[in-house]
């Protein structure tokens, strides 16, 4: 029998699915937690809709005033959702633990958050995301900026900015290098995110006491990505991409665009004890001296069989002082240039497993270094020349359009040659 389908009648009426639906929106809506405290403490149950201070696991929204979270040395724990659109949080004295207890994630889209405290850390055991579409995430820290903590095994984190600005104040005391300054990939997982696609990124160091030496350190598979926006790295000790021992895992640092200046009073280090990977594609990459000292770009630093490879196709790179490859024995460094500029005081292999493959793009270095063409280690192009101008040298190969035109007047040449009648 044919049916129409019309005049069937529904498996439920309209008004026990209407009633269900809105017992599901309702519940919903009840998970989260919107501040409605004006200027407050975030501990006051009276300053939240619904009534009650949210637990890490509740979905939370601050959308206007301002939240006030304080402790000493307190955890600022979050294992669900959190959204600042327009409204401030100011953790005082707090740690911030985003992925403590469940998985989390942070979106800062207008506004603000700031912190004064010792730690901030976007995965810590769980999952962890922070999204930064806009506003301020101002951090003024005694500890470090962490990616990720932890020993678990699924444990990653990702912060992206693509827009607004992110602060970064290391004002602490302590030289603890495993305990402090900014790292990526300290969990066991290992495969951090940091994400530079629009708005504005600084580093600072402010520790005083003799004991300034802060870093930046890049652990097993993690990424230091930049695609567009401003990095500003100022006054770390050194910027490592490969830190530590850790076999078969390689960090990794892209430069797709943006403007990107990094300062240290020592070195910008690919390959620092495990495998470093750098990629330059487009953008700038200033890597700058930071106290009137350093400023070098060292690839392969380690006594360990790691490899250290820089990949330029691309892209300007300024170093204010020293490019040096293969700074201990067991390193294997490589940097290959097909494109974009690369400037620096001079570029030495201190042990003879470095490479520098020269395939195009221009180099410029100071003072008289037109015998680099001659060395071992130096594999240029045909055609590659080196000019001295009484300051500095120039490398470079010629474009394909021009290396052509001068093979066929060569060419031509030689058919004249030829055929040039015998006396």
Do not use: C
Not at 106 to 133: D, H, K, P, R
Not at 150 to 161: C, Q
Request: glycine share 14%; aromatic share 8%; net charge negative.
């Amino acid at each position: 029998m044919k049916v129409d389908p019309m005049k069937m009648k529904p498996l439920v009426s309209t008004a026990i699915l209407s009633s269900a639906l809105g017992m599901f929106f309702a519940s919903n809506a009840a998970a989260q937690s919107l501040w409605t405290g004006g200027t407050g403490d975030y501990s006051t149950a009276g300053n939240w809709t619904p009534s009650g201070v949210p637990s890490s696991g509740t979905a939370i929204e601050i959308n206007s005033g301002e939240a006030t979270f304080s402790g000493s040395d307190a955890n600022y724990e979050r294992a669900a959702t959190s959204t600042i659109d327009g409204g401030a949080l100011v953790l005082d004295n707090a740690r911030f633990l985003n992925g403590r207890g469940g998985p989390a994630i942070f979106n800062m889209e207008s506004g603000s958050l700031t912190q004064n405290g010792t730690y901030f850390i976007v995965a810590q055991n769980n999952a962890g995301t922070f999204n930064q579409n806009g506003g301020t995430v101002n951090l003024d820290l005694r500890r470090g900026f962490f990616i990720t903590d932890g020993s678990a095994g699924s444990n990653t984190g990702t912060y992206s900015l693509t827009g607004g600005t992110l602060d970064v104040n290391l004002n602490g005391l302590e030289s603890n290098n495993d305990a402090h300054n900014f790292q990526m990939g300290r969990s066991s997982a290992g495969a951090d995110l940091f994400h530079v696609d629009g708005g504005t990124f600084n580093l600072r160091n402010s520790g005083t006491l003799g004991t300034t030496d802060k870093r930046v350190y890049i652990f097993r598979d993690s990424t230091f990505r930049v695609d567009s926006g401003i990095v500003d790295v100022a006054g770390m000790t050194f910027f490592t991409v490969g830190r530590g021992v850790n076999a078969g895992r390689t960090a990794n640092f892209l430069v797709n665009g943006g403007d990107t200046d990094i300062a240290v009073t020592n070195a910008f280090i690919v390959g620092g004890g495990q495998d470093g990977y750098m990629q330059m594609t487009n953008g700038t990459l200033d890597i700058l001296q930071s106290n009137n000292g350093g400023g070098n770009f060292w690839i392969g630093d380690t006594s360990t069989t790691a490899s250290a490879v820089v990949e330029q196709s691309g892209g300007d790179i300024t170093v204010a002082g020293q490019l040096l490859l293969a700074r201990n024995v067991n390193n294997n460094a490589r940097y290959t240039m097909s494109d974009g500029t690369l400037s620096a005081e001079d570029i030495d292999v201190v042990n003879g497993t470095g490479l520098f493959e020269f395939n195009g793009g221009t180099i410029t270095l100071d003072g008289d270094q037109t015998s680099l063409l001659s060395e071992a280690w130096f594999d240029a192009a045909p055609g590659a020349f080196a000019e001295f101008d009484g300051t500095s040298t120039t490398l470079a190969i010629p474009e394909p359009a021009m290396a052509s035109a001068l093979a066929a007047l060569l060419a031509l040449g030689a058919a004249a040659m030829r055929r040039r009648p015998r006396a």
